[in-house]
């Protein structure tokens, strides 16, 4: 089977990108499951109900997040109503929403989806490394077929996560920089790894935000009200290809694609 994971989104312009290049990248590429990181699709800061379900409808089946999955406060609510949109499973018990997901394909197989956020330079949450060995023996119960969005900011981590989830999962695939990284591979164990997928949001732009804001920021150390970029897009994704039976992966590539 074929999955396509969609780095972050960012803003309109990345919804836009979205909504205009993804019936075309699934058909081109046979694509069977598609999951997207939205925690920044709400003005590149958060998600919304209206924003998740705009995103759902234009074919993607699973949302993951990660440190800005709070910023709307209107959507706490709505996240444990809504299992397929999942914040990091390694916050604390009692924290709101969904950390993984079991999907059924059409043909009756199923799709397990984990989102966990890393520890360096983000939140000192529980162990994304103990939470999600767990997470992926129970789901294993289901299918071999289980992909991990691994929000994190250090790449060490990034790396030495994708290697503790060699031969256990199907992919593991970094977010939350917003650079695509070009180091995709197949791991020894048959887990496809990227430290980085990228985002999917204004290409010109300081990772989605606009330049001057940003500059200034440096410049005066002072805080301001941060805005999207607004013109060009870039579409950052990556292709799976992984065995129905087994669940290891034997092909990844990467996708940065303009808008529009």
């Known amino acids: 089977m074929k999955i396509l994971f969609i780095g972050d989104i960012v803003g309109k312009v990345g919804r836009n990108a979205?909504?205009?290049?993804?019936?075309?990248?699934v058909d081109k590429y046979k694509i069977d499951f598609v999951i997207a990181n939205g925690e920044n699709a709400a003005g590149g800061f958060g998600i919304t109900d209206k924003i998740a379900a705009e995103i759902f409808g234009d074919g993607v089946h699973a949302i993951t997040t990660g440190n800005h999955v709070w910023d709307k406060k209107e959507f706490i609510p709505q996240i444990s109503?809504?299992?397929?949109?999942?914040?990091?499973?390694?916050y604390p018990p009692g924290v709101p929403g969904f950390g993984s997901l079991l999907h059924t394909l059409q043909n009756g197989r199923k799709v397990g989806v984990i989102n966990l956020s890393g520890?360096?330079?983000?939140s000192n949450i529980d162990c994304p490394f103990r939470v999600g060995k767990e997470e992926v023996e129970k789901l294993s119960r289901e299918t071999n077929l289980i992909f991990i969005d691994f929000h994190a900011e250090a790449t060490s981590e990034?790396?030495?996560?994708g290697y503790y989830m060699d031969g256990k999962v199907s992919a593991v695939m970094g977010t939350h920089t917003h650079v695509?990284?070009?180091?995709?591979?197949?791991?020894?164990?048959?887990t496809a790894y990227i430290?980085?997928?990228?985002?999917?949001?204004p290409s010109n732009s300081v990772i989605g935000i606009e330049i001057?804001?940003?500059?200034?920021?440096?410049?005066?150390?002072?805080?301001?009200?941060?805005?999207?970029?607004?013109?060009?897009?870039?579409?950052?994704?990556?292709v799976i290809e992984a065995d129905e039976k087994t669940g290891k992966s034997s092909a990844i590539q990467r996708l940065q694609l303009k808008y529009p």
């Open 119 to 122: 520890r360096v330079f983000m």
């Open 81 to 90: 109503k809504e299992d397929r949109v999942l914040r990091p499973l390694n």
């Open 180 to 190: 695509q990284t070009a180091d995709e591979k197949i791991l020894p164990g048959g």
């Open 212 to 238: 001057d804001q940003i500059i200034e920021r440096f410049l005066t150390n002072m805080p301001m009200r941060f805005e999207t970029g607004k013109g060009e897009g870039i579409f950052s994704a990556v």
């Open 18 to 25: 979205v909504k205009a290049l993804l019936p075309a990248v």
């Open 158 to 161: 990034k790396i030495a996560f």
């Open 195 to 201: 430290t980085d997928v990228g985002m999917t949001g």
